[in-house]
């Protein structure tokens, strides 16, 4: 964990209860950003050291970023390590927009504008990672009214081992902002707010549309069953209202696609999906440039990949299957009855709250496992609170008793540190995964 984070839980832990807890957490915010910003400046360094150290194995970037001068040398130097895989996608599209279906000022004079692309991607990158350190923070602590263990699961968060991903220019941080935001937003009965946040989620990764089932979750399954016809037709309405809402991120970008792609005279010739019965770019490429599709991954070639992700998948099995039966009743009645009471709401990653959550983390799960490219999981999963949540209850100590599971503990903080060092020096050079 990062340096003075066990110093920081201690005094914690020493604060008199009497203290407000808004002044707690206002001081704890503050905490959360700096060690954030602090882990990607140290990432930042670890990258270029290992650029410098480890000769790439693709040579792509002198083609993006030439280094005719010293200054271009500089400048890769400084940035270049962010430059990879994906990202080259990115700034072309910031340079020169959508030109193929695959790819949906300051400083003018001194920087080149694809170096000023380039400055760009990596300051939104890291700055939304710092913003995402803090929403995961605010959102633990007003789910389960426990500053300690929001704080833990935020200190996780900035060690999370798609680090490099979070620093690089992609898109994880800024969806990982947007997603914790609209879930505090969510968690404090804001739904408006909470769908038009996810709808420009939607806009970064499609994933963003699942978040309509806490809608769904919230105001259809949690239904007060004795109300009036009235008043469930009206929650009704409102939870279908909301999930458009949620919705509309991703059907503007897919609108986009179609009238760039589909309408009027092309550079390209009409491609098949566009006379589909619902023409969806999202879905053409992954299937046609990306082979994504059940159990197309399952190939003997894909072992490594298989490899390089099991530690996520068992992290998430594991932390699933733990919360699924520690309350059948829970489990099987979707989170309306519970036979461990009020109790359990005090009990962070166990707690009813986290039942929506959880649901989400084994739908993603089974879609990785079964559809997706399958070594992108870990990356893919930083938007999700209960891998944190399930992390820090590892760490979390109840008076002398240690925390059911807690013989995790090592291998957890293993798996996070370990897997994130490792994944910045094959980044920085230019190894997959990507």
């Keep these: 964990m990062a340096p003075g984070t066990d110093a920081h839980v201690a005094k914690s832990a020493q604060r008199p209860s009497a ?35 480890i000769q790439d194995y693709d040579s792509a970037l002198e083609l993006v970023l030439p280094i005719d001068t010293p200054g271009q040398q500089l400048f890769k130097s400084i940035f270049g390590v962010f430059l990879r895989w994906d990202s080259f996608y ?10 193929f279906e695959q790819i949906l000022v300051p400083l003018d004079g001194i920087l080149t504008y694809r170096q000023r692309l380039v400055v760009a ?27 300690r263990f929001a704080f833990m699961t935020a200190m996780l968060y900035v060690l999370t081992p798609s680090g490099i991903f979070m620093s690089a220019i992609y898109t994880e941080s800024a969806f990982a902002a947007l997603s914790f935001t609209g879930m505090l937003l969510a968690a404090r009965q804001q739904y408006l707010l909470a769908a038009i946040t996810w709808s420009v989620s939607c806009t970064a990764r499609a994933n963003g549309i699942l978040y309509a089932g806490f809608f769904l979750y919230d105001l259809v399954v949690k239904m007060d069953l004795s109300a009036s016809l009235w008043t469930k037709f009206k929650a009704l309405v409102k939870a279908a209202c909301l999930c458009l809402i949620t919705w509309t991120g991703f059907v503007a970008v897919q609108a986009y696609g179609y009238s760039l792609y589909c309408v009027g005279d092309t550079l390209l010739d009409a491609r098949p999906w566009c006379g589909t019965t619902v023409p969806l770019i999202y879905t053409f490429v992954q299937d046609f440039y990306w082979n994504v599709g059940f159990l197309r991954y399952y190939e003997i070639k894909q072992i490594p ?7 996520m998948i068992t992290l998430s099995t594991a932390g699933i299957y733990y919360y699924a039966t520690y309350d059948l009743t829970r489990l099987f009645s979707l989170g309306r009855l519970s036979v461990t009471g009020d109790e359990n709401a005090t009990r962070s990653f166990l707690s009813g709250r986290a039942f ?49 599971g807690a013989g995790w503990t090592r291998t957890v903080s293993t798996f996070f540190v370990m897997y994130g060092l490792v994944g910045i020096i094959l980044f920085a050079n230019f190894f997959p995964p990507a």
């Design 19 to 53: 203290e407000d807890p808004v002044t707690a957490a206002r001081s704890r915010v503050g905490t959360v950003a700096y060690y954030a910003l602090l882990s990607r400046l140290a990432i930042w360094l670890l990258a270029t050291a290992s650029h410098v150290l």
């Design 90 to 99: 990115f700034v072309d599209i910031a340079e020169r927009g959508y030109a």
């Design 121 to 147: 991607g990596v300051l939104v990158a890291n700055a939304t990672f710092v913003a995402a350190a803090v929403q995961i923070y605010n959102l633990t602590n007003v789910l389960f009214k426990r500053e």
């Design 305 to 311: 990949n298989f490899l390089m992700a099991a530690p």
């Design 356 to 404: 929506p959550f959880i649901a989400l983390w084994a739908v993603l799960l089974l879609s990785a496992v079964t559809t997706m490219h399958v070594q992108i999981i870990t990356r893919a999963f930083s938007c999700l609170p209960p891998v944190y949540w399930y992390a820090a209850h590892q760490f979390e100590r109840q008076g002398k008793a240690v925390a059911r």
